[in-house]
Nanobody
Framework: QVQLVESGGGLVQAGGSLRLSCAAS????????MGWFRQAPGKEREFVAA????????WYANSLKGRFTISINNAKNTVYLQMNSLKPEDTAVYYC???????????WGQGTQVTVSS
């Protein structure tokens, strides 16, 4: 089983940037896909981005391409989500995930709150 701990959330003004981190530990996850989902108040949880643990292959929600970048530091067992040009509609709890594919999620972090003020 993999354990995931997010950090880096907070309050930022529209147009600003934040970098979220997800520290992974536990069972071997070298074959996993690591991802980020988010859930805004009153809305369903939605996919944000994902990356293969071995690196290279990434996936993004079409609406977020160009503003969000996912990356990984295998030596630190940490996945990052760089978020630029933030908008109030990006306000949500952001969750780190792990699984065989980005749709087949086997582990969730506790979430980190991102609030973008207008």
């Amino acid at each position: 089983q993999v354990q995931l701990v997010e950090s880096g959330g907070g309050l930022v003004q529209a147009g600003g940037s934040l970098r979220l981190s997800c520290a992974a530990s536990g069972d071997s996850f070298s074959n996993y896909v690591m991802g980020w989902f988010r859930q805004a108040p009153g809305k369903e949880r939605e996919f944000v981005a994902a990356i293969r643990w071995s690196g290279g292959t990434t996936w993004y929600a079409n609406s977020l391409k160009g503003r969000f970048t996912i990356s990984i530091n295998n030596a630190k067992n940490t996945v990052y989500l760089q978020m630029n040009s933030l908008k109030p509609e990006d306000t949500a709890v952001y969750y780190c995930t792990a699984g065989p594919t980005y749709r087949d999620v086997r582990g969730w972090g506790q979430g980190t709150q991102v609030t973008v003020s207008s």
